[in-house]
Structures are given as structure tokens and as C-alpha cells.
């Protein structure tokens, strides 16, 4: 069967660039590749563009090609013929420059160039993320909140080590401590001798002969704990703030996750955030205080203030107060505004005397009401 031609096989022109040859075979390798692709013609279709990708990227295997086609390639060893024993290294090494981007694509589907990897770093705890409900008062000015939640923690049993003792813990027998294994990928076009973590002991090294009876080994268990979160004045609802290594706890002896809090406004049926640092406040005022406009006073976060009813004021209207809002910032001394959304009450039942010297007011005032409906 007659070979495909180069271009065609990696989609690409023939006046493509070796940018754009590599990126197009970066694309089927990953396709393709039979680890990643179940297809039955995945192995064939991988060899079939590893191959186009070495010629075309050789400059002098690329300009024979063009010339005279695939019989031009004929005695220059073109393809990945015969079976190779040795690391990456040595095999991309008569490659010329190309030799290091195949090495470094074999490396991301195998895990290194056949000797370079070592065992499985510590890694840090697992992040968690909470939902903070604050009031009014906390989110103004901040608060040391305590918050309950299931942390993974050490185990206090074995105190991390996840075995009776310290001497339960041995050189894994498989990789002889070294948590990583040496693996034969056979390609067709080519054996490739890699490393990967050890199966055995997951890359540690070590195994565990006599695991802790509390944690099962794991050298951590979960614990319901109470963590103390900083609430910063200046934050806003749906902020998110974090407190460092707060987290899970890191069975591989890496620092503590971090506890995320998404900080939310306990809900309230009179208060709301506007404007993202003004405080929306439903204001009842009686409908005297309203007819007189009173002044009258108000409890605040900061206090108790007076506030002048305006003449005429309506339902619904906003009277504003400055500077009387949520902090700008963590570091701001600046505030946003108290917007107070006037609600003017008017009682059910009023007793005889007040009915009658309302009933007086209303006879001898010139203050009516016109409604007209038009059809």
C-alpha cells in the first residue's frame, strides 16, 4: 500500500512553517495517541504522523522529500524503524534539534526522558471553600468569626505516620525506595524505556507493614474542628476572603490547604446593599410625623441620629444619609451612604377623641385629593 503523503497526513501546506508542523502534530499525537484514543486504528494513525512529523522537521530529509517523494527517503533512515532499548535521551540525540520537541512530547505522555524522574513530591492540602452568613454589624466592622466544619486532620493516634510505629514504615520492595519503576512502552515504531510512580507504594518509597488502626493507614481522619476566620471591615456580600494553610490537612507532609469563606449578608426583609457599599434601610414613620414633618430619631450602626422628615414626603421616597454605609475597602476610611426608604404607617384603629379631632382637621383644611380615572 502506498505511502500517504507528509503534508496531508498532519493537514497542513506545503509551505507550512515548522511552527505550524509542530503544532499540527502536537494536536494528533494527543488525538491520537494510544493511551488517550480507543480507537482500533489510533496506534497506526499515531505512527503515521510521528513519522511525517521527523521527516518535515529535518531540514534535509524535508527538501529531499519535496523532490523526489518518499523513495528519495529511502536510504536516509527516515521513519522510526527497528526497536530502541535505551532512555529518550539517547534515542532523540541523533535527531538533531527536533530530538528535544519529540522528547518533550514523549515526557508529557510517559512522565520524563528515561531516568530523570524521582519520587512523588509533598503536595499541600486540599483547599476548602465555606459560606459565611454575617450580620449587618459584622460586615461593617468586621468580626472574629468562629466557624464549625469537618477539616481532614493528623491523626493523633499514630500522629500522622499512619502505622503503629515508626518502624512498621519500610523500603518498598517493588521500586526499592526509589517510587518510581522503569516501564518499556512499546510504540511499534520504537521501545521507549520510562519512569512512572511506582504502583506499589504510589511514588512514597515506602510501605506501611502495620497501618494505624484509627485512620487505616491514611495518617489522617476527619474531624469536625472550629476555626477562628479575621472578617476584615470593608468587605462587601459575596466577597471571598481566605485564610491561609486553614485547610486539609496534607497526608504527604506539604503545608495545609487553604479555607476559602464566601462572605454573604444574613438575609433580613428591611435591609439591603445597594450600589455595592450603601445600605438600603426600610423607615417606617408614622403618617403624623410624616403630615408634621417631624424630626425624629433613628437607631444606626453608629449610633442613634436624628433625621428631619421632609415636607411632603411620599411612600417609597429615599432620605438620604452620608457616609453612613458599609467602608469602601478593607483599607478605606471612605463609606458609602444609609439610604432610608420611607414606609409611612397608618394605624388599623384610632380611638373616639382622635377620630374626632382628625375629622375636624379635615373639614377645615383645603387639601384634597382629585383621582381620575380615564376610560
Known amino acids: ?28 499525537a494527543k488525538k ?16 503515521e504522523a510521528t513519522e511525517a512529523a521527523e521527516v518535515l522537521l529535518d531540514q534535509n530529509k524535508r527538501k529531499t522529500y519535496d523532490q523526489f517523494g518518499h523513495e528519495g527517503l529511502s536510504g536516509m533512515g527516515s521513519g522510526f ?8 535521551g539517547d534515542f532523540f540525540s541523533n535527531m538533531g534539534g527536533a530530538g528535544d520537541f519529540f522528547s518533550d ?33 459584622e460586615l461593617l466592622f468586621g468580626i472574629d468569626k468562629d466557624v464549625s466544619l469537618d477539616l481532614i486532620s493528623k491523626c493523633d493516634d499514630c500522629d ?27 510504540m511499534g515504531i520504537a521501545k521507549f524505556q520510562t519512569q512512572q510512580p511506582c504502583p506499589k507504594c504510589k511514588g512514597h518509597g515506602k510501605e506501611n507493614k502495620n497501618p494505624c488502626k484509627a485512620c487505616r493507614g491514611d495518617g489522617a481522619v476527619l474531624k469536625k474542628e472550629t476555626v477562628t476566620m479575621p472578617i476584615p471591615k470593608g468587605l462587601v ?18 503545608e495545609r490547604g487553604h479555607l476559602y469563606a464566601d462572605v454573604h449578608l444574613k438575609a433580613s426583609k428591611n435591609v439591603k446593599i445597594v450600589n455595592e457599599h450603601d445600605i438600603k434601610f426600610k423607615f417606617d414613620v408614622s403618617y403624623l410625623d410624616a403630615i408634621l414633618s417631624n424630626e425624629i430619631s433613628i437607631k444606626t450602626l453608629d449610633g442613634d441620629i436624628n433625621i428631619k422628615i421632609p ?4 411612600n417609597g421616597e429615599i ?13 478605606s476610611s471612605h463609606r458609602g451612604n444609609l439610604l432610608l426608604e420611607v414606609n409611612i404607617v397608618v394605624p388599623k384603629d384610632i380611638d373616639k377623641t382622635e377620630k374626632e379631632k382628625l375629622e375636624i382637621i379635615a373639614k377645615s383644611t383645603d387639601f384634597k385629593v382629585k383621582n381620575n380615572l380615564e376610560e
Open 1 to 28: 500500500m502506498a505511502k500517504r503523503d507528509y503534508y496531508e497526513i498532519l493537514g497542513i501546506p506545503k509551505s507550512s512553517s515548522e511552527e505550524e508542523i509542530k503544532k499540527a502534530y502536537r494536536k494528533l
Open 32 to 47: 491520537y495517541h494510544p493511551d488517550i484514543c480507543k480507537e482500533p486504528d489510533a496506534e497506526d494513525k499515531f505512527k
Open 81 to 88: 524503524s527497528g526497536g530502541f532499548g535505551g532512555g529518550f
Open 105 to 137: 512530547i514523549f515526557s508529557n505522555f510517559f512522565g520524563g526522558r528515561g531516568g530523570s524522574s524521582s519520587r512523588t513530591r509533598s503536595s499541600r492540602g486540599k483547599d476548602i471553600v465555606i459560606s459565611v452568613s454575617l450580620t449587618l454589624r
Open 160 to 186: 500522622g505516620i499512619g502505622a503503629k510505629s515508626k518502624s512498621d514504615i519500610v523500603e518498598c520492595e517493588v521500586c526499592n525506595g526509589h517510587g518510581v519503576v522503569t516501564v518499556l512502552q512499546d
Open 237 to 254: 456580600p459575596d466577597q471571598q476572603i481566605v485564610l491561609r494553610n486553614a485547610g486539609n490537612y496534607s497526608v504527604d507532609g506539604g
Open 311 to 314: 415636607k411632603g414626603i411620599k
Open 319 to 331: 432620605i438620604t444619609v452620608k457616609n453612613h454605609g458599609l467602608y469602601k475597602g478593607v483599607k
